[in-house]
């Protein structure tokens, strides 16, 4: 069992940044994929960006020039540098975690973005 810990969401104005940070622990298998999705009312949870064990990294198109995501392995760490942001990124951001028999969901953090 992995289990997620999540933190760095909040309220901020438009062109403001944070950083998202999320934390697996438990039985962790060392291949993995780690990343963000989201989910703004009405609408379906969406990939906003993920990577692999490896560094390999993917994004939506509508965050890739703002937004980067990195990781560090040693800790099960998965971060989200969130810059430039727009109202329309505002939602419940939920942490993901998925390997071989293995797949976990944080419980959601929330990204308010408005002036």
């Known amino acids: 069992q992995v289990q997620l810990v999540e933190s760095g969401g909040g309220l901020v104005q438009p062109g403001g940044s944070l950083r998202l940070s999320c934390a697996a622990s438990g039985s962790v298998f060392s291949i993995n994929t780690m990343g963000w999705y989201r989910q703004a009312p009405g609408k379906e949870r969406d990939l906003v960006a993920d990577?692999?064990?490896?560094?390999?990294?993917n994004y939506a198109d509508s965050v890739k020039d703002r937004f980067t995501i990195s990781r560090d392995s040693a800790r099960n760490t998965v971060y989200l540098q969130m810059n430039d942001l727009k109202p329309e990124d505002t939602a419940v951001y939920f942490c993901n975690f998925e390997a071989f028999y293995q797949s976990a969901w944080g419980p959601g953090t929330q990204v308010t973005v408005s002036s």
């Open positions: 990577i692999t064990s490896t560094g390999f990294t």
